[in-house]
């Protein structure tokens, strides 16, 4: 669906992330490609099971806000990392994106490759105006990926950054 240098993205449909869930290899299997080792921490296990899965056809339609998207790496055929929209784009077309490298495959430039790719493919949709992210102010290979991406920090706290890339800049808002 959409396609960067190395990395094809594509959304997965009720089955597979039932699947993508079982964290056991039949993802893998039913895609086709190597079987790796992924890692769910209990939030993220209940963003998908309460969150995600319930939002999504279970006849095959797929809400793109509503899903995760995978990341297949085009030369190994390995699925290499995910990211998803925390939720829809709101009245002035915010939405925010979360996103994570499987373990072997970080400080390789996928989350720089696949967050250009993403943002980019969701600034075509008019609904789509501001993308935000929110980080830790510890995972600095995070931000790296956002300022290499054009994203700025809109504020901040004691412990987290807001980030912020707009199709039309100069906005001054960060909409939740």
């Known amino acids: 669906m959409i396609d960067t240098e190395r990395l094809f993205l594509f959304p997965l449909k009720y089955k597979q992330l039932e699947l993508y869930l079982l964290n056991d290899g039949s993802l893998e299997k039913e895609l086709k490609c190597q079987i790796i080792e992924r890692e769910f921490d209990e939030d993220y296990r209940e963003l998908l099971?309460?969150?995600?899965?319930?939002?999504?056809?279970?006849k095959g339609k797929i809400n793109f806000f509503k899903t995760i998207w995978l990341a297949k790496n085009k030369n190994t055929n390995t699925l290499v990392a995910?990211?998803?929209?925390?939720?829809?784009?709101?009245?002035?077309?915010?939405?925010?994106?979360?996103?994570?490298?499987?373990?072997?495959?970080?400080?390789?430039g996928i989350m720089k490759e696949m967050v250009n790719g993403f943002v980019n493919w969701a600034f075509k949709n008019p609904t789509v105006k501001i993308i935000r992210v929110e980080t830790l102010k510890t995972n600095i290979a995070s931000e790296k990926v956002l300022v290499s991406n054009g994203f700025k920090i809109?504020?901040?706290?004691?412990?987290?950054?807001?980030?912020?890339?707009?199709?039309?800049?100069?906005?001054?808002?960060?909409?939740?």
């Open 82 to 108: 995910d990211i998803f929209f925390r939720n829809i784009p709101n009245e002035i077309g915010s939405v925010e994106i979360g996103y994570s490298t499987f373990p072997e495959f970080r400080n390789q």
């Open 154 to 176: 809109l504020k901040e706290n004691s412990i987290i950054n807001f980030w912020i890339k707009e199709k039309i800049k100069n906005s001054s808002t960060f909409a939740p």
């Open 49 to 58: 099971e309460y969150d995600k899965l319930p939002e999504l056809n279970r």
